[in-house]
């Protein structure tokens, strides 16, 4: 009988794209994906450390897991327990010593390493139980692996499992640009960018299992500068026009990019490759230029606004999110209102907006002037404010609109399926359920803040490029 597991994930993308090659490795060895903890045999946390109470978190939720964990060996069984992810890579003997229950503690670079730490750990697991048995005392049994292994973990994972006409396709890790706010240099290591071959054939198996749309992730995803088939390195323009030679591949989008990165091959790719997405996700962060400079950004606002505008030029439909931090350390009302003159000038269709966390280790951690917690509450609402008229002003501007759909979900109600827009918009629609996986042209009857309606037109291959809204 295969064995239960259970990945529980925090955080962005990238971990729930760790989260299914964690299972995809273990599925050889006999684990198969479970729903929840309580009858598992393994449980993964895999975990973010990006804001505060990270650490926490996966605190609270060890001591859950450990309860199970007795009542599982109450009853005969047992449960083992493992940390993945930033937390595991930045906190790892620091959990070992706090939760010593906790069997496997593994950073991101270490995944394909799983199987053997598994085997490892049930066998120190069977001697614990031994030793238990015996009345003596169990021997600690925490296996640690957080590694930056000088072998890249990519050519050690296997083909990823797909289900469903969207899929996440990793082709770069790792950041060497240090944000002073950021831990993510820390915890995923440097940069590394996958070869094309892998990456063009990783996509083809994945469209061949019936994927429409492929994200391709990375955490400076157009810093990627793989080796091509011709020896040369390839930037994320030329892979995206690889990757549109696919046949059946209707959609690629790519997340998360930085503006320092953004070359002039890829703003031509977003006017010669109708399969590349016409909605961008470019952070900024912030719109006063004091402020980048002092989170070690390496462009100004303005450079950032002329950015946009070369991509608008090369593709008029095209829309954006962002992220932002509001309350970095010294950042004055004057700074906060550059960055509020700079929503309003790009003008957004989403975005995420976070509070100033100070990250032990990173540089602004340590900065004078830190910012009152309920500045950056005020600020924080300000911002959200403006972005959600912006989003709803965008979502309403859609109505009356084609657009082009990625029905890749089942509704609440029989009858109902969702999809996504061509700008991320959840989309709702009745529909028969043989429709599910395809790409339906839908006219946009109503809008909410959140979400669209549509109707169906026709379920075709995609339109050539797809129309904006606003
Ligand atoms: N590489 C991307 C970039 O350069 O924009 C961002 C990746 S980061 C994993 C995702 C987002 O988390 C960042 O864009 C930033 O807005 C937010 N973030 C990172 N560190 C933070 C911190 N210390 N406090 C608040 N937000 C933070
Ligand atoms: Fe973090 Fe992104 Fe800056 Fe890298 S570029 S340090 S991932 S915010």
Redesign the pocket.
């Known amino acids: 009988m295969k064995k239960q597991l259970y990945i529980k994930t925090y955080g962005c993308q990238m971990n729930v794209y760790d989260s299914g090659r964690m299972a995809d490795v273990l599925a050889p060895i006999g684990y198969a994906p479970a729903e929840a903890p309580d009858g598992a045999d393994m449980v993964i946390l895999n975990t973010c450390h990006i804001r505060e109470k990270a650490a926490e978190k996966v605190f609270s939720e060890l001591g859950r897991l450990r309860n199970l964990k007795e009542e599982k060996r109450a009853a005969g069984g047992d449960l083992l327990i493992a940390v993945a992810g930033c937390v595991a890579q930045a906190e790892g003997e620091e959990i070992l010593a706090r939760a010593p229950y906790v069997d496997i503690v593994l950073g991101p670079q270490a995944y394909h390493k799983l199987p053997e730490m598994v085997a490892q750990a049930e066998r120190a697991a069977a001697q614990a139980a031994t030793a238990r048995a015996n009345g003596k005392p169990a021997p600690g049994q925490g296996i640690l692996n957080t590694d930056f292994p000088a072998e890249p973990k990519f050519d050690h994972l296997p083909a990823p499992s797909v289900s469903g006409p969207s899929a996440f396709l990793s082709i770069q890790e790792g ?1 060497d ?3 002073t706010f ?1 831990v ?2 820390y915890t995923r290591g440097a940069e590394y960018s996958r070869g094309v071959a892998a990456i063009v054939a990783e996509a083809r198996q994945m469209v061949a299992a019936g994927v429409r749309e492929i994200t391709l992730l990375g ?2 995803v157009n810093a990627f500068h793989g080796e091509g088939p011709d020896g040369r390195e390839w930037g994320l323009g030329a892979l995206c026009r690889a990757l549109a030679e696919i046949d059946g591949l209707a959609r690629i989008r790519y997340t ?1 990019s ?1 503006p320092r990165d953004v070359d002039d091959d890829l703003i031509a790719a977003h006017r010669d490759v109708p399969a590349l997405s016409p909605f961008i996700h470019l952070p900024v962060q912030s719109g006063s230029d004091r402020i980048l400079r002092a989170m070690n950004r390496g462009h100004t606002a303005d450079d950032y606004r002329r950015i946009i505008d070369r991509l608008k030029t090369a593709r008029d439909d095209l829309a954006l999110s962002s992220d932002f931090i509001v309350g970095f350390p010294g950042e004055t009302d004057a700074d906060f209102a550059a960055t509020l003159k700079l929503v309003e000038d790009v003008g957004y269709v989403q975005a995420y907006s976070f509070k100033y966390s100070p990250r032990p280790g990173t540089p602004a951690a340590g900065m004078a002037n830190q910012v009152p917690e309920a500045v950056k509450d005020e600020r924080l609402a300000a911002l959200q404010a403006l972005l959600q008229t912006q989003q709803v002003a965008f979502n309403q501007a859609c109505v009356g609109r084609e657009m082009d759909v990625l029905l890749d979900r089942e509704g609440r109600q029989a009858g109902q399926l969702l999809g996504r827009s061509p700008y991320m918009q959840p989309v709702h629609m009745e529909a028969p359920a043989a429709l599910f996986g395809a790409l339906a042209r839908l006219r946009i009857v109503s809008a909410g803040p959140n979400s669209l309606r549509g109707e169906l037109i026709a379920a075709h291959p995609p339109q050539p490029k797809e129309r904006a809204c606003a």
Request: glycine share 0%; proline share 9%.
């Open positions: 950041c640009k240090f944000c950021c993510v240099p955490q400076n998360t930085h």
